[in-house]
């Protein structure tokens, strides 16, 4: 077995059941809040989900969260919008760093009282983890503009001090 080749490391993914690589052992998930309307299309990285949620957010309109193990060698993914209160309980399942880029109030209240790691784009204590796509907007409303990558949410996890190991 090595790391290069993760078919051969006998360890699989508490996502999806596949192989992964020995360095992904015990590694805390993100789960990333993404915009699912028309006007936001394309969305960008959640190909490399290793699992994505779907679930209505209001209006008729539906939000995806993604979670992602391997994070820090994940491209660009957004764009990133809102929290709800429901996706909060799907994140702490699987004991995620939630990222988002605002929310009702009643996720930020959530938040705030279950204690939940998150990293915001919105009412950000911690800056350089999100920006405004410049393709995005020439195209889009600014609403549909927002992304991040891996390499700058490490960094903003690092920043925030949050665990990266799961609960043994």
């Not at 909060?88 to 605002?102: K, M, S, T």
């Not at 195209?139 to 925030?160: C, L």
């Amino acid at each position: 077995p090595t790391a290069d080749n993760p078919s051969q490391t006998g360890y699989l993914s508490p996502l999806t059941g596949l192989p992964i690589r020995a360095e992904l052992v015990g590694k805390r998930p993100i789960a990333v809040m993404v915009n699912n309307i028309k006007a936001s299309m394309p969305q960008v990285g959640i190909s490399n989900a290793d699992i994505v949620y779907e679930c209505l957010a209001e209006g008729g309109i539906t939000r995806l969260m993604c979670l992602f193990l391997d994070y820090e060698n994940l491209g660009t993914v957004g764009s990133v919008r809102s929290a709800r209160d429901y996706y909060l309980d799907l994140a702490q399942i699987h004991d995620a760093v939630f990222i988002h880029a605002g929310g009702s109030e009643l996720a930020y209240s959530q938040i705030k009282s279950r204690k939940i790691d998150a990293l915001d784009g919105v009412r950000t204590t911690v800056s350089g983890v999100f920006w405004r796509d410049a393709d995005r907007l020439a195209t889009m409303s600014r609403e549909h503009t927002m992304v991040t990558n891996g390499e700058k949410i490490a960094y903003g996890i690092a920043k925030k001090k949050y665990r990266t190991e799961t609960y043994d």
